[in-house]
Each structure stands twice: as C-alpha cells, then as structure tokens.
C-alpha cells in the first residue's frame, strides 16, 4: 500500500491556505479513495482548508469513473457525464445504456471525476 | 418581384429571374451552445471519430491487404495503416511561451508573413499517441495541423513511422447536377468592400449596385442585369476607423464618427435590397465575433436594408442552395491561414487541398480561432458544394475540379473589392465564371 501512504504526504498544503475556488452548481461529494483500482483514485487533496481522507465512493461511482476513463468516448473534462454519453450513442459508439440509466435514474455526480479538481 | 428600370421609350417592365433559395447554415449557428470549461480536446475527438471512421470505410477500396492499428499499437517492421490527426512542428511558429523564454535573441522582431522553415516535421496523433513521421511522400510544407488522414508505411527502429502512401478524405459524395438545362441565371460575388476605408473608392461601389439594380446601360444592359439572381457579400464590408479603438472612452462626436461606416453601407445595401436578394457574411474587420463560425451581423446594423425580405445576413462559412446549386464558401480567414503556414502555388489550391481534406478549416483550433464545440466538428463538408468560395483574396482567380467520383466543383477566389474593383459573375446554367470590373478613370 505504499502508493497510497504517498498519496497522504506529498502534495500537503498549509492548512487555512484554501484555494479560492469559483462556486460550482451543486455539492459534490467528496471522493477520495484509499482502496480501488489505482487509475480512477487521484491522491488525497487537501482542499478547503483539510485533508480530504473519506473514501466515500460506491460501485455506481465506480462504474461512472471507468466510464469516464474510458478513451473511446473521448475527452472526459468539460463535459457533463450524460452529454458525453449522448455524444458516444451519437457517434455511433454504442456507451452502455447501463451508463445511461445510472445518470438518470440515481443520485450521482453529474460531472467527470475530474471536475473541479484540474 | 419587380424591378421597372426607369421607362424611357418603351412601355416594358423587365421581371428580374427569380431562384428558390434554401440555407443551409444551421450547423454554423452557435444555437443553444454553451460554454462549460471545455477545452479544445472536445473538437479534435469529434473531428478524429467523425474523420477515421470515413477513413476506415475507405481503406477497403484502398488497400485492403493491409491491417489497420493504433499509433501504440505499432509493431517495428511491420506495414500497417494508421488513421489519426496530423500535427505539424513548426520552429517559427509564433508561440505565447516564447514571452517567457529566457533566450529572447532567437524570436525575429519582425513577424514572417509565413512561418514554414525547412526543420519542420510532420507527427500523426491518436488517442492513444504520437508518432514523427518520415519519408518523402508527405511534405511538410503541403499540410498543416488538424488534417485527418490514413498512412500506409511502417515503424522504423528509430521509432518513426516512414510513410509510403497517404490517403486522404477526398471530395465528399455530390448530387449530381443536370448542367446546361435551363435558363442563363447569375450570381454575383463581392467581398472586401471595406466602407470607411480611405482606400476604398465609393463610386466603383455606387457603379457595382448601380450596374446590378438596372439603373445603368440600355435596355439590354439592364435585360442582362435582370438576369442576376442573387448577389453574395463575402465578408469585410466595413472597415472602422481603427485608430478611435484606443481603450479610451469615446465621446459623441467620435461616436458618430465610429458607426459612420456601417450607415454608408447600410445606405447602399437598401439600394441592393429593394431590386435583388442578397447574403451578407462577416469578415475579419466586420462588427462579429471573432471565432469561427462567425455569427451572422445583428439586423440593428441594417435597419435600412432590413427592413426588405431580400435582405439575408448569415454566418461565414456560409453555405446554401439555390435552385438545386449547392453553394459554400468563407469570407478568407481559413484560406489565409493555410497561406501563413503552409506553401501552394495560389490561393486556388489551398481551396482545392481544405475540399480534398474534407474540411473547410483545419487550422482551426489550433491555429485560426473557433469556438470549441464538444459534440461535433461543423467544417467537416459532409456534401460536396457545387460552387465552393472564399473572399478577399488579393486577386481573382476560378477553376474547375474534378472528383474521384465525378464530383464537379468550381472553385471561386473572390478579390478585394475595394482594391481591385472586381467583382465575380457565375452563371448557374453551367457554372462559368467571369470578372465584373468596375473602374472610374477619366480618359483624358
């Protein structure tokens, strides 16, 4: 678990220096893992002033996140996850319905799991 | 409608022809979009997707013999086919970096007008990498970035790619035109008029509007003035007194002086409206956004010539079809751009090389401004027009091309009107095309 131990200690920001970030629509949950696949799970932020440690993420998330990296459906960022959906299923690249009735049906992240953080 | 020439002897009305317009401009209406964040990544995944899935469908009829790969997907030695972006490294590419570079001697004070140097090297690009490519076949100095393309070739030890063929898009699929059949009817392009300019001269534009309503020449001028179906304004039509724009604030007077030229041009443009419908496109100088697709002018601008049913303002590029003739065509920018950073024999062959890419504006985004759109690329050409211009170009110049599979197109470089005096005359019949200059010396 090394990778992760690195994930606690290297970037660390002086606490109550917070960067000013513009405010977004709606409160995103705070996803960050110690455990999971390695490619969706950034290294802990320090944002708002504290260590950014619950790993509050289920398998809806997780199926969303894979979806996200998934480079046949293009550049994740900027994009809404159901417009980017709709551009796959336009294009012609079939994106599993599964995918569809997950962001329509359920409470998730509406935005890529970069959002906000890049 | 009607246009009644001023009766002299005869009692008879000439009826201006008349030709059934459809616009075909909707993809290059900024419609509902929105801007949230998006980088220019977007635009170049639809353009790559759009782009390589024609590109596949083509590689049967290419050379069907071959396996097609991903860029990482190249083995050493081995021929294959990749399909991706073409991006071409350019030293004397102006670079917004280069403010920050501590060697400040190697930036040329005096920008180049082009910006090609022999080191250039191409690369192609995927989604999944990059590759430099070698080879004689692709010369540097006839692409640009931003064109999708097929190569056949293979990885070198070096870890090149060596090209040995390039397959590009080609022309878009035409529907065929019935030519010859029919009666004489034309179109005229203008561009450039630059209204406010101190170089441009008012009386040739008075002559142009002149000549085309049927207020000047017998009866036969004007019967060959009736014949003039529609009249394109390519872009550039004002030309503001720059040297106002100083950040300052202005006061009353300055600001009458400003939008004086758009009221001089709104004053002839009425003449235009009440005899014979007409499009106006906006250019780099006009009062439009910036990034292509460039919106259409507000009517505000117009609210003389407005006010008639003739009166078309629409996006640059532009494109629609009049009686079954498919028109498109830009008011300059992406033909000026490949002329920054690519070579050609004239500006003919860098319209025919965007038609043979299948897209009207390669460069864009990376070199020429566009808006950056997520979900599709609107300068790819999905049809083949039947006439395909572009406007203020510094002379006037036509050709004739041919598709692969029989497309016809006739290509129209239309000149500076303000600087030249010409304007281009196409006859619908059969797509021929002549110069109309007008000029006002006095022979002594």
Redesign the interface.
């Known amino acids: 678990m090394a990778s992760h131990m690195k994930g606690f200690f290297k970037e660390k920001k002086k606490l109550g220096i917070s960067k000013a970030k513009s405010s977004k629509k709606s409160p995103k949950p705070k996803h960050s893992a110690t455990c999971g696949s390695d490619v969706v799970q950034p290294p802990a932020l320090v944002s708002h002033g504290s260590l950014d440690l619950q790993d509050e993420y289920d398998d809806k998330e997780e199926v969303l996140r894979q979806f996200d990296m998934n480079?046949?459906y293009?550049?994740c960022?900027?994009?809404?996850r159901l417009?980017r959906w709709?551009?796959a299923n336009?294009?012609?690249?079939h994106p599993p319905k599964e995918i569809e009735n997950l962001l329509g049906a359920s409470i998730v992240n509406s935005e890529c799991l970069w959002d906000g953080r890049v | 409608m009607a246009v009644a020439p001023r009766e002299v002897d005869s009692g008879n009305v000439l009826q201006r022809k008349q030709s059934m317009y459809i616009s075909l401009d909707e993809s290059f209406e900024i419609r509902k979009e929105m801007y949230r964040g998006q980088q220019y990544s977007q635009i170049y995944f639809a353009r790559l997707h759009l782009m390589r899935t024609l590109l596949y469908s083509l590689l049967p009829t290419w050379k069907p013999h071959l396996p097609s790969c991903t860029v990482l997907g190249l083995e050493e030695g081995k021929e294959c086919i990749i399909v991706g972006t073409l991006y071409k490294h350019m030293k004397l590419k102006p670079s917004i970096l280069d403010e920050y570079s501590k060697e400040r001697s190697s930036s040329p004070l005096v920008k180049p007008h082009n910006f090609m140097h022999s080191d250039d090297y191409l690369v192609l690009e995927d989604e999944s990498g990059r590759v430099k490519l070698r080879g004689s076949v692709l010369l540097p100095s006839v692409y640009v970035t931003g064109i999708v393309v097929a190569l056949h070739g293979k990885e070198t030890g070096a870890g090149d790619f060596m090209v040995e063929d390039i397959l590009e898009a080609g022309l878009p699929p035409q529907i065929k035109l019935p030519l010859n059949s029919g009666e004489d009817k034309y179109v005229v392009f203008v561009s450039g008029l630059s209204v406010g300019s101190s170089s441009a001269n008012p009386l040739h534009f008075q002559l142009f509007v002149d000549h085309i309503t049927g207020h000047l020449g017998d009866e036969k001028e004007q019967g060959i003035a009736a014949q003039i179906v529609q009249v394109v304004i390519a872009g550039n039509s004002v030309e503001f007194p720059r040297g106002l724009l100083n950040g300052q604030n202005l006061g009353s007077k300055d600001q009458s002086r400003l939008s004086e030229p758009i009221k001089e041009l709104d004053i002839l443009l009425t003449q235009v409206a009440a005899g014979i419908p007409f499009d106006i496109m906006p250019g780099t100088n006009d009062p439009a956004n910036f990034s292509l697709p460039q919106q259409p002018l507000h009517r505000c601008l117009f609210p003389g010539s407005a006010a008639y049913n003739t009166f078309r303002s629409c996006t640059n590029p532009h494109s629609f079809e009049l009686d079954n003739v498919r028109f498109l065509g830009t008011s300059g920018q992406n033909i000026d751009d490949l002329a920054k950073y690519s070579d050609g024999k004239s500006k003919l062959e860098f319209l025919e090389r965007t038609l043979r890419w299948r897209h009207i504006a390669p460069t864009a985004p990376n070199t020429l401004g566009c808006y950056p759109f997520t979900d599709r690329d609107p300068f790819f050409i999905e049809n083949c027009p039947h006439v395909y211009f572009v406007g203020n170009q510094e002379k006037y110049e036509t050709s004739l091309i041919e598709g692969s599979d029989g497309q016809v197109v006739r290509l129209i470089c239309i000149p500076k009107f303000a600087e030249t005096g010409i304007a281009v005359v196409l006859n619908l019949r059969n797509l021929e095309c002549h110069a109309l200059s007008f000029g006002t010396h006095f022979s002594s």
């Open positions: 480079m046949a293009g550049p960022l900027g994009m809404s417009d709709n551009r336009a294009l012609g690249l």
